[in-house]
Nanobody, 127 residues
Framework: QLQLVESGGGLVQPGGSLTLSCASV????????IEWFRQAPGKGREEREG???????????DYPDSVKGRFTLSRDHAKNTVSLQMNNLKPEDTGVYYC?????????????????WGQGTQVTVSS
């Protein structure tokens, strides 16, 4: 059974950078689309915002306008990991970041229940 483990969160000043990583335990990630979600402080699970998504092939990557040009998502099939490079971070980027896997392999709008979720990693952008 697929299990996801995120790492790389922390406290950073505005304008700083962080790299989040998502690794799998028990199953290869190759067949899954991987999406990163952000849950802002005070928001519930259903309000998680997708901040990037990469297809199983790696050829298709989507970003919302709020992070476009600042976040870069990539996957390493050999290492079985997906990384989210976040630059020029802003206070509104603060939240718990979740890695989520979608078996269909493409980035599509589906119910949150369709994903396999990691436990989340906290990112705080503050001076």
């Amino acid at each position: 059974q697929l299990q996801l483990v995120e790492s790389g969160g922390g406290l950073v000043q505005p304008g700083g950078s962080l790299t989040l990583s998502c690794a799998s335990v028990g199953e290869n990630l190759d067949r899954y689309a991987i999406e990163w979600f952000r849950q802002a402080p005070g928001k519930g699970r259903e309000e998680r915002e997708g901040v990037s998504c990469i297809s199983s092939s790696g050829y298709n990557i989507d970003y919302p306008d709020s992070v476009k040009g600042r976040f870069t998502l990539s996957r390493d099939h050999a290492k079985n990991t997906v990384s989210l490079q976040m630059n020029n971070l802003k206070p509104e980027d603060t939240g718990v970041y979740y890695c989520a896997a979608l078996r269909v392999g493409v980035c599509v709008a589906v119910s949150l229940d369709a994903y396999v979720w990691g436990q989340g990693t906290q990112v705080t952008v503050s001076s």
